[in-house]
């Protein structure tokens, strides 16, 4: 399928397919889906299904541009892990952040308080902030 969407081309020919999915439904809700990703890195959604599914009021079939961020989403929807990681790379977690508590003098905490307020930060935010930057010097 070939069809222009805010100027920009999709095409199923010329695009790298990613991915597939079906509902595993075999009546009038069924519904198939393709991930692509074009040449310039764009991602877009191509979609068939029968006519009570979410691509029957668009005559059967329907290309969805997608961000990277709601390409992921989908994903993580549709795919096992080793079929995420083909397409995005391997997932690597962040360490947990940890809880400590920090005692201070009363006049210090206003003083933090006031500044996290005029930085519109929170008081964490603001004091892992000088932290990073007292750790770089």
Known sequence: MKKIIGGKLYDTETAKKLAG???????????????????TGE???????GPTSAYGYA?????IPLSEEKAREW???RLDGDEYEAIFGEVTEKPADRMISLQVPAEMDDALTDA????SMSKSA????????ALAQ
């Open 126 to 133: 603001l004091i892992r902030d000088m932290i990073t930057r």
């Open 43 to 49: 991602y877009f959604l191509y979609g068939t299904g």
């Open 116 to 119: 996290a307020k005029q930085a």
């Open 75 to 77: 994903a993580e929807d």
């Open 59 to 63: 005559g059967g079939e329907k290309i």
């Open 21 to 39: 999915y079906c509902n595993g439904r075999s009546d009038f809700s069924r519904c198939v889906e393709r991930l692509y990703r074009k040449r």
